[in-house]
């Protein structure tokens, strides 16, 4: 009886538990990637900085006598032209010296025109003996003096115009003047209590100043050095900023210098370029990153960015081949071209890469089911509810 509970038991045992060898699974399909294929062709290799603009002209204005400043003549922040009245000293005193100095040039003026006369006689009778040689002598020494004193008074003259003219501080230049620095009534000028009356700068072209290191300015050395020495009518607008708002600047500038010595201190040597302004946005002081061409590379390999794997450093694609099986490729980044890659590596033109899809893939030879890559398109701006009305 027990023989016959044990098997029973067994029988039950077996029907509620079924056996632990397990079935193959069912055979996988192909997998589901998107393919572009290796494009080739000539692209300009670019680098990006960090620059700082600044005028193309950029002038403090000073007063250059002591007085009492009269007038403002511009309205701060404005845009000015070249000649224009900024400033006015009280004149009155510049005035009074100027024609003291108009009169003591005048008798200086007379003073030798009578020495003159009197050498002229004092020759003639020199030369009929009836006066000595040191008379004579004499006479020629005050017409000289007088003659040097006209120079003297003549100068002073032009000095006190001067510091009259001194007395209208103009605009240097066309271009922007800033904030005034004295008020009217103030004593202004060398011994005054303000010399810098404001600033100025001339903002259309401006500058854009960044710095490169010593790798990278040896490694472009020969193309600014060629670039530097052309005239500026062929000179082509290759360089390009983004402003700090993320916008890009819509008018493109050209090299214009780079600077005479490295920055021992940073390593860096400086370059400028000019960017138009007809509109005034750009002002200075404002930073920007500026990108320039540094290389022409040509029939380079172009893949999509997302297309490169990196594997503990290294960077790999994987590629379809004709029978629909998977093999990945090391390769070598070159530099980005927006969306695109430039790269090296055993790659040929034509070559279907793998784009999205990859990470399914668990080794080569694997078989997969290839749709062509759409690269996604830029999201079209919904006008805001303000906007329809």
Known sequence: MKFRHCAAAILVSASLFPSC????PPQAGPINVTTTPVIQEDVTSKKQWVGLLDGFQNASIQAQVTGYLLTQNYKEGSDVKKGATLFTIDPRPFEAALAQAQAQYASALARAQLEQITLQRQTELYRTKVISEQEYQTSYQNTQAAIANVAAAQAASQAAQVNLDYCTIQAPFDGVVGVAQAQIGDLVG?????????????IDPMKMNFFVTEAEYLEAADLLARIQKMPTADKTARLSIKLADGSTYPEHGMFDFFNRQINTSTGTIQITGLFPNPTGILRPGLFATVTAPVEQIKGALLIPQKAAVEVQGNYFVSIVQADNTVRSLPIKLGPPQGALQVVTGNLAAGDNVIVEGVEKI????????????????????TPSPAATK
């Open 362 to 381: 668990r080794g080569p030879g694997v078989k997969v089911n290839a749709t062509p890559y759409k690269p996604p398109t830029a999201p079209t701006a």
């Open 190 to 202: 060398p011994g005054g209590r303000v010399s810098t009356l404001t600033q100025a700068s001339q």
């Open 21 to 24: 060898k397990k079935s193959p």
